[in-house]
């Protein structure tokens, strides 16, 4: 079965950055988190994507945060996000992501200055180009306008040896199954979107990229398993359980609402940074309720 043995397991989170009270990054609380998450059904983790808040963080934040987590856990599971809209300091991310010793690269589509396809093509293809880490591309059109096409993943995927999964969060069907049917079985395509695990694997996919694993990594973890194990029926199950969990998380801008669910766990992540705010009074308590009702202990 296509997806069933993906080169970093079926439940990648993409973890958030804890602060500590003045803003700087709590680097302590940050190894603490990604262990806790490994040992609550993550496979990998993304570092320094935009859950994490990496339009906020410098450069060198970046760097040492890879690092950090890197000498915890392993490179084999650290992902780095290298997201931005100028090639020429992606390059230079990714450069920086390799130094401090991640295994793997997340590369975003270009947001704001809304390329062409030609562009992206040639913009992936420059990344790709300038490391020997295995890149995930990551479609994500609701934030960065930009939709990458099929065709232009199918002719990444064929060109560039180092591109070898896509993050597809277009929550569009047609273009999964597109990239699937035009793609080697090699090439992972994981769930963007927490509500469209079970139909990206429906389609051959690998996994999530999730944000509600932070809270519910096990479940995800337990969908994957049921459904690689040939019983859909059940992964069926499991997943329509975690959907009013995963519109809860992101009821307000994230993520704010993870960081509120894991203050409520007991793990200090701190708030957001600026331009984003934490949930108020209301927010939080809409958000607890609903993981109360879930059967979490918040």
Known sequence: MRGMRPRWGYVVTAMVTPFQV???????????????????????????????????????????LVKMIVDAIGSEKVIAGIGGNNTAEVIEAAHDAKAAGAGALLAVVPYYNK?????????????????????????????????????TVIRLAADCPTIVAIKEASANLQQVGDIMLNTPESFDVYSGDDGTILSTLALGGAGVVSVISHVIGSELQAVHQAWFAGNQAKAAELFLKTLPVAKVMFSVPSPAPTKCALRAFGLNVGKVRLPLVDCNEHETESILSVLREHGLSV
């Open 115 to 151: 390329p062409s396809q030609e562009g992206l093509y040639q913009h992936f293809k420059a990344v790709a180009s300038a490391t020997e880490l295995p890149v995930m591309l990551y479609n994500v059109p609701g934030r960065t306008i930009t939709n990458l096409e099929p065709a």
């Open 22 to 64: 003045h803003g700087a990054i709590d680097f302590v609380e940050a190894v603490a988190l990604a262990k806790w998450l490994l040992d609550n059904g993550s496979d990998a983790l993304v570092i320094n994507g935009t859950t994490g808040e990496s339009p906020t963080t410098s450069r060198e934040e970046k760097a040492a």
